[in-house]
């Protein structure tokens, strides 16, 4: 699918549901990040950027309070009252059918964080259709966040600027998704560039736009999908949290980015085995996101595959992240010739990445596919992305 299909498509759902035809829509991008991971929410830095696989919106304005949305996905639309949002969002989130969670719960956030009442404001129907893989590790769900922030911002005519709306989209992943997860998802979906990654400092909110020059220096950024699905709701992700804060606590710093590597030492005389090692994986990523900005800004996109390299193995044995299915496909491509290659997200499964020259896409993705036939796992998707523009009205 195409992005202008996905857009028509969201439009033909809208027009089905309430025949209005030909409705404006607005959409967002899902994400790789290039490195940084589960810095986030440990204050830390992050280097990702928005790819052309989006989520669009159509919309269209109601007279009654409502807000409905609806997916291409099942086709069902789901209603509530604007000034039902709050009963149900936090603590009756289990009721909201699981995909609404997200457009719902940025509509509550929104409302609150502009402070509109729910009883004037205008009521909305969004229809959405996804060009985003889901369970990818590509923040789908930061696509239908920004998505519907951007769209509702405007139908409300509500003034808060892009970080404020990242925000929104955070507060709505974790309170009315119930995900522990950080920011950077939803930065980078609302503050996307073309040709650029986002050089993000968690702790205080400020982005830098750093130039990648992947198409200059002839390199592709390849996603490999292995398929393997996964859910921050649930398990590892908010156990991998919840290390971290003992972590910092044992160490008397408010976040582990008030810890260096002249730091692990002490670390590592303090704390059990297993608690060090995910205090090391977060201090040494937030080196390693410092490096890359340094060397893609002094040297350029080929001198980085190092750091990518080493981010994967600090998630694979330090964090424990990884799965059979993203070590297989990191190895195949770095033994195919990539240049780097990490897995990329939460963690799980999902996706992995790989730095790759532009003549080499389709031999390191082929190496990629015989060695997921190899060990038995289902065939992997592999496509190229391309940093592209944030959450906006389309054209
Ligand atoms: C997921 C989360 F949503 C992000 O906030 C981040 O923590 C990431 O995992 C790991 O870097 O995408």
């Given at each position: 699918?195409t992005?202008t299909?996905t ?9 089905t549901?309430t025949g209005?035809s030909?409705a404006p829509?607005?959409s967002?991008?899902g ?8 810095t986030d929410?440990n ?11 989006r989520?669009?919106?159509a ?10 949305v ?6 069902k639309p789901v209603?509530?009252a604007l000034?039902?949002?709050?009963e149900f969002?936090?603590?009756?989130r289990d009721e909201?059918v699981?995909w609404?969670?997200?457009p ?6 929104l409302l609150?964080?502009?402070g ?5 404001a205008?009521?909305?129907d ?6 985003v893989p889901v ?10 966040e ?9 139908t409300?005519?509500?003034t ?7 925000q929104?989209?955070r507060?709505?992943e974790n ?6 997860t ?8 609302m503050?996307g ?9 968690c702790?205080t ?7 990648l ?6 390199l592709e950024l390849?996603v ?5 699905k996964?859910?921050h709701a649930?398990?590892?992700y ?8 003992r972590?910092?606590s044992?160490?008397n710093v408010?976040a582990?980015?008030?810890l260096t590597v ?5 670390a590592?005389?303090l ?10 994986h977060?201090v040494?990523?937030?080196?390693r996101?410092?490096?890359?900005v340094r060397?893609?800004r002094?040297?350029?996109p ?9 981010s ?6 330090d ?8 070590d297989t496909?990191v190895?195949a491509?770095l033994?195919?010739?990539a ?7 939460g963690?799980f499964g999902?996706a992995?990445?790989?730095l790759v020259?532009?003549a ?6 082929s ?5 997921f036939?190899?060990a038995?796992?289902?065939p ?6 391309s940093?592209?523009?944030g ?5």
């Open positions: 699918m992005e299909n857009a028509a498509a969201a439009q033909t759902l809208l027009e549901i209005i030909a829509t607005w967002a991008p994400r790789v990040n290039l490195i940084g991971e589960h929410y204050d830390g830095f992050v280097l990702p950027f928005a790819i052309q696989h989520t669009h919106a919309v269209a304005t109601r007279s009654d309070g409502m807000i409905r609806v997916s291409t996905f099942d086709q209603a509530f000034t039902q949002l709050d969002f936090p603590h009756r909201v699981e609404a969670r997200y719902l719960g940025v509509a509550w956030a609150r964080a502009a509109l009442d729910a009883s004037t205008t009521g909305v969004l229809a959405f259709s996804s060009h369970g990818a590790g590509l923040s789908s769900s930061a696509a239908i920004g998505a519907t922030a951007s769209a509702l911002a405007d409300w005519g509500i808060l600027d892009r970080v404020a709306l990242a929104a989209g507060t709505a309170e009315a998704v119930g995900a522990p950080g920011i950077m998802d939803q930065m980078a979906t503050l560039h073309t040709d650029a990654a986002i050089f993000l400092d702790r909110l400020e982005a830098a736009v750093v130039d020059g992947f198409a200059d220096a002839g390849l490999m999908d292995t398929g393997v996964h859910s649930t398990g590892g908010g156990e991998r949290r919840a290390s971290c804060e972590g910092a044992i160490m408010a582990l980015r008030d002249d730091d692990l030492p002490r590592e005389a704390m059990d085995d297993v608690t060090f090692r995910r205090v090391r977060v040494t990523e937030n080196q996101v410092l490096d890359t060397v893609l002094e040297q350029g080929t001198s980085i595959g190092g750091l990518l390299i080493a994967h193995a600090s998630m694979r044995d964090f424990e992240i990884s799965v059979p299915e993203l496909a190895d491509a033994t195919a010739g240049i780097g290659a990490r897995m990329t997200g963690g999902g992995a990445i790989a020259a532009r080499d896409v389709e031999t390191i993705s190496a990629v596919a015989t060695a036939a190899k038995g796992f289902a992997p998707a592999t496509f190229t992305v940093p592209s523009v959450a906006s009205k389309d054209a």
